[in-house]
């Protein structure tokens, strides 16, 4: 721990992100790399449902400090990316991917660009290939675990339930929701894997281990639990690739994995160094914002070039979306996390809202004007992507 930051959580994030960057980077490398959002989404449902049921206990849960927090931890980064992708989106897509775009844009602004995505096509299809914003799916989701889940466990508080009986129902939802995950994958996969109903029981996973108070007092369990899950993580990224059913079934590895290691919670030695070092410390730290960037800079890297993408642009990609992202996190993240606004919740609510207003009006009102004729090379640049229904 350093101060209330457990160092083992942010060696995980690290891990998380950096599957997902070398993946979108080069899939051959990381096949399963896609599954660092599931690691985020655990590790979220141990934090998020971790603070409402603190709160909740204490009496002194409120909506509006609880969404003026997230705003303030999350949106300004964003805003900062999405502004720039814009930008970048405006000179180098047609005019009807860049309408598209400019749809997709509003649609994460609204926290819906999960199911945006999926009403163009699945994940892994080229045809979201250079969606400048596709990767906003997974911001979505958890935002909707955000509105649903603070909601939820305030109704079962106020029925004055014991603690066990909360488990179960967070249990029942659980179930339920890994249920229709596996269900939904013969029947529409896209939807299984897009949709946050499919994805909340992992969240749940994470929340459980709050609630429950569950703890490992063992040293050599800890150290145990943690290596097996270390090699499960590793193995699932090597295993698993676009073909693989998922989530579903297949989720459960890498769920109960990040389980594990909360769980765990190892304090020292190896293991703890492995997830505490300082490399790690600094990848998890900067997580957020090197999410953010690194998709639109492949994407505008890709487009730039076009089929020029050798091992050292790759390495270029990479170096890039590192030194973004950490500007963006000592530059806008830090700064903001630093704001106080206890006393402003409900201004700096309706001044989140109001910017998200203009930035997505703005682009919506930048379509027609972005219909007037384009350089021809641009057209080039558009040939390579298109929104289609597969």
């Not at 997230?70 to 949106?75: C, I, S």
């Not at 997505?360 to 350089?375: G, H, K």
Request: aromatic share 18%; glycine share 6%.
């Amino acid at each position: 721990m350093k101060g209330r930051l457990r160092l083992d959580i942010q060696g995980l994030r690290a891990i998380a992100v950096l599957s997902v960057v070398i993946f979108h980077i080069q899939p051959k490398a990381l096949p399963g790399g896609y599954l660092g959002v599931d690691i985020f989404f655990v590790i979220s449902g141990y934090l998020i449902i971790g603070q409402l049921w603190r709160a909740l206990s204490r009496n002194s849960f409120s909506f509006t400090a609880f969404y003026s927090s997230r705003f303030k931890r999350l949106l300004p980064a964003y805003i900062a990316v999405a502004a720039v992708t814009s930008i970048l989106s405006y000179i180098y897509l047609l005019p009807g991917e860049y309408a598209n775009y400019s749809y997709s844009l509003v649609a994460s602004l609204l926290y819906s660009s999960n199911f945006w995505f999926y009403s163009q096509s699945g994940y892994f299809s080229s045809a979201l290939e250079f969606a400048p914003l596709l990767h906003t799916w997974s911001l979505s989701v958890e935002e909707q675990f955000y509105i649903v889940f603070p909601i939820f466990l305030m109704l079962l508080t106020k029925m004055n339930l014991r603690i066990a009986a909360i488990v179960a129902s967070l249990i029942l939802l659980g179930v339920a929701s890994f249920l229709l995950s596996e269900w939904l994958l013969y029947k529409d996969s896209a939807l299984s894997f897009f949709a946050s109903p499919t994805r909340f029981w992992q969240f749940i996973s994470g929340g459980l281990l709050v609630i429950t108070g569950v703890k490992c007092y063992s040293t050599w369990k800890a150290n145990l639990i943690v290596s097996l899950s270390l090699a499960c993580m590793a193995i699932c990224f090597v295993s698993y690739n676009k073909y693989t059913l998922f989530p579903g079934i297949n989720a459960l590895p890498i769920t109960l994995a990040t389980v594990g290691i909360i769980y765990a919670h190892v304090k020292g030695g190896f293991l703890h160094a492995v997830l505490a070092n300082r490399v790690c410390q600094f990848i998890g730290n900067i997580s957020y914002s090197l999410y953010l960037w690194h998709w639109p800079v492949i994407v505008f890297f890709k487009l730039q070039f076009l089929d020029h993408y050798t091992y050292t642009d790759m390495a270029v990609v990479f170096t890039v979306s590192l030194v973004l992202a950490i500007g963006t996190y000592y530059f806008i993240e830090v700064p903001f996390r630093k704001v106080n606004i206890s006393n402003y919740q409900k201004r700096y609510l309706a001044g989140s809202a109001l910017i998200s207003a203009i930035l997505a009006i703005f682009i919506l009102l930048s379509i027609p004007i972005q219909n007037a004729p384009f350089p021809k090379k641009n057209h080039v640049f558009g040939t390579c992507f298109k929104y289609t229904n597969e």
